[in-house]
């Protein structure tokens, strides 16, 4: 923001220069113990791309299955086992933590020229919790893996699988404390941690979609926690709550997992909003078409979030009064996310666009949010959902929003702030062709499950019908070209850590505050606390113009 | 009680948002668990008074309230805190309220319409006829030659009359 009174253009005295967060202490033991928000954040990046790769793996294994109508290279139980750890490592220990636990966790502070987050022992403790839960998680994959699925629904997960159900969820349990410290961390940080003139619309707008993240993770993770919990009692010592054998109720479970799992999506689709508008105005190098309008969308998105979980249980059995209610709340959602799709397009209207790594990324996001979030309307309306509930549909369009939306997101973001992150450049024709790839595979893999899904093809099953197998067989190849870009894109990250060009402390000219300090920055953050005199993304040129 | 607080006034919510502890006189906290304690015999003693299955559990639902008010309000301190975190503390309720209500307008109406379905079976052969004679825009005496008759479906139909509901 180059917006304080008291940086010079690096921001940093002769004495500061040359250290930073990452060589100021060395040793395991000394990031094993660090209370550095940044150190924490890279650690969290670490863990979640280890994530990334364990349900990628199991996906590749999944759309390899499929290949064939019959049997491929696993038994109907591996499939299972499959789709469910794919899912579950997918949802737990990459997409929640993503960007809040590793963006935020580095960047949260730094864009509010704050020198770290207000419960810095906090954040290591919800490190440490999320390596817990993952540990409980693996343990159930090396253990006899899980195979309900990752809803865990009932009565299956409570009374009938074999496999280790109980250490699975545990471990979703343990890893919903971390999430839920950190939502937490973030909502005090930004209350209370915000440099002198940073008002809260003086905020990038990551922040404001981190802080309507964080009210879901504090309001809506505990009633997760109490649900696994239930279910592992139930599983564990045959208490009915949910199991009809036992005087249960099955689809009060469904109630109870959606509660929290559907503001547990926007808890997924949020940050990645955040970042996309970050995005967007950096490489388009003008401000933020509707500020205002763009945050309170993110908050007025957590909020109606709360109201729609029943949209998942239209064939569950529930009322159907219930039903209609949440289908017609469903579609309250498409308020806000439009009045965010029509700024991020104001905002490119006129601007200088810049066709870097990252904003290939954000353009990207914008494609491919648009197609998942109106096959959400479809979804959320009960006569069409009857039909295309549980069809390959929904999980295109849930890849749509999850994948094509978060995890792009995601990876946009991570290529926007690596140089701050590491100090690197990356070589940007292999990023672009890691990108390609990516962009490519992704639609040649999950909009032939739109087709797949409108024809009638049912999700989770191992053997389907041969008029599916040509359509099948195309979703898998496209997953090589998905899984051959996101390799290409490690190797370009992995390579620019040892080979990659210094780099500058705003490589990409950008207004916001975390680019007023050198790259990677130093432990403190800033030499000099900032003082904010400029409106977010406003540029001293324009002050002056 | 309030009298003995009007330091806290001031300490709460300064402007540099600093907490100031909050301490309140031991003989508060004594009463407050006696009222608790009270209220909690008020509960049993209800619950021996019968005033029909809803009546007691207003009446239950009442006390439980006023406990948890009495210790929101003094356990907690809210009474004395920011009001921000006194609409926090609201928020958490209503979150709550939506929750339970909207799972309710599920627990309390299901299979309504698998009820409706079965006074109307539908005949296969003519899957909308059903419809059209539960049409409350259909006059009842031409709607009702209708329904006898898909009540009671074609003799010799090896289709089953009604199919099972969706759910």
Redesign the interface.
């Known amino acids: 923001m180059a917006n304080t009174a008291t940086v010079d253009e690096l921001g940093h005295s002769p004495e500061v220069r040359g250290k930073n967060y990452l060589n100021q202490t060395a040793g395991v033991w000394s990031w094993l113990t660090t209370v550095d928000h940044k150190r924490i954040g890279i650690m969290y990046l670490v863990s979640v791309l280890v994530g990334f790769g364990l349900g990628g793996i199991f996906a590749l294994l999944v759309r390899l299955e499929l290949l064939t109508a019959k049997k491929t290279i696993m038994d109907a139980t591996q499939y299972n086992q499959a789709f469910t750890l794919h899912g579950a490592a997918m949802v737990f220990l990459f997409i929640i933590p993503s960007i809040p636990a590793s963006l935020g966790n580095f960047f949260l502070p730094l864009m509010i020229g704050a020198k770290d987050v207000a419960f810095p022992r906090l954040n290591l403790l919800s490190l440490y919790l999320f390596w817990i839960g993952a540990i409980f998680m693996l343990a159930a994959i090396v253990t006899g893996g899980v195979d309900t699925g990752w809803t865990f629904y009932v009565p299956y997960a409570s009374g009938v699988s074999t496999t280790s159900v109980i250490s699975a969820t545990f471990g979703v349990f343990v890893m919903g404390f971390s999430s839920i410290l950190t939502g937490l961390n973030f909502i005090v940080t930004l209350h ?1 941690l915000r440099a002198p003139g940073m008002s809260w619309y003086r905020m990038p707008l990551f922040l404001w979609s981190l802080y309507a993240t964080s009210i879901i993770q504090v ?1 809506a993770t505990p ?1 997760l926690g109490i649900t696994l919990l239930l279910l592992i009692f139930e599983r564990a010592f045959h208490i009915g709550i949910f199991d009809p054998t036992l005087g249960g ?1 099955p ?2 479970f469904q ?1 109870f997992f959606w ?1 929290y799992s559907h503001p547990a999506v926007y808890i997924m689709i949020l940050p990645g909003m955040g970042v996309a508008t970050e995005i967007l105005t950096t490489h388009s190098k003008r401000r933020v078409f509707g500020y205002k309008a763009i945050a309170f969308s993110s908050v007025a998105i957590a909020l109606v979030s ?2 729609v979980w ?1 949209h998942h249980m239209f ?8 039903s209609a ?2 289908s017609f709340l469903t579609f309250f959602v498409a308020i806000p996310s439009g009045v965010k799709m029509f700024n991020w397009l104001g905002t490119l209207w006129g601007g200088s666009i810049r066709f870097t790594v990252p904003m290939l990324y954000g353009i990207a996001f914008l494609f491919l949010f648009a197609i998942g979030g109106l096959t959400g309307l479809f979804l959320g309306t009960l006569s069409v959902d ?1 039909h295309l509930h549980d069809t390959y549909f929904v999980v295109a369009h849930f890849h749509y929003v999850m994948m094509g939306s978060t995890a792009i997101a995601f990876f946009g973001g991570l290529h926007h702030w690596w140089p701050k992150m590491t100090g690197k450049m990356y070589d940007e024709k292999l990023a672009r062709v890691g990108f390609a790839l990516t962009f490519i595979g992704f639609n040649w893999t999950f909009f032939t499950q739109f087709i797949l899904g409108t024809r009638g093809m049912p999700r989770r099953y191992y053997n389907y019908l041969d008029q599916f197998q040509p359509l099948h067989a195309f979703s898998t190849y496209g997953s090589w070209v998905l899984g051959t870009g996101f390799l290409i894109t490690f190797i370009c990250l992995a390579r620019s850590l040892k080979s990659g060009a210094p780099a500058p402390a705003n490589p990409w000219d950008s207004a916001t505050l975390e680019w007023q300090t050198q790259s990677p920055p130093i432990t403190e953050n800033f030499e000099k606390a900032p003082i904010v005199t400029l409106d977010a993304y406003e540029r001293p040129a324009e002050e002056t113009a | 009680m309030s009298t003995s607080h009007a330091e806290h006034d001031h300490g709460h919510g300064s402007a540099n ?1 600093d907490h100031v502890p909050h301490v309140l006189p031991f003989k508060v906290y004594i009463a407050t668990f006696a009222t608790l304690l009270f209220l909690t015999v008020v509960t049993v003693a209800a619950s021996y008074v019968d005033i029909g299955h809803t009546g007691n559990l207003i009446v239950a639902l009442l006390i439980a309230t006023i406990k948890a008010s009495v210790v929101a309000l003094i356990f907690m301190h809210l009474k004395w805190d920011h009001k921000f975190h006194g609409i926090i503390f609201v928020s ?1 309720l209503l ?1 709550l309220a ?2 339970i209500g ?2 309710m ?9 698998e009820a409706i379905e079965a006074k109307n079976p539908v005949d296969l052969k003519d899957p909308f006829k059903a419809q059209r004679t539960g049409d409350i825009a259909i006059p009842k005496e031409a709607a009702a030659p209708a329904a006898a008759g898909s009540a009671a479906p074609a003799a010799g139909s090896a289709a089953p009359a009604a199919v099972p509901a ?2």
Do not use: W
């Open positions: 209370k309001l009633v109720d689809v009060l109630h509660f709360f109201l029943g064939v569950s059995g529930q009322s159907e009064l219930s209610i949440f009857l | 948002g958490a979150f939506v929750f909207i799972t307008s599920d627990t309390e109406f299901r299979g309504e319409a969706k759910h």
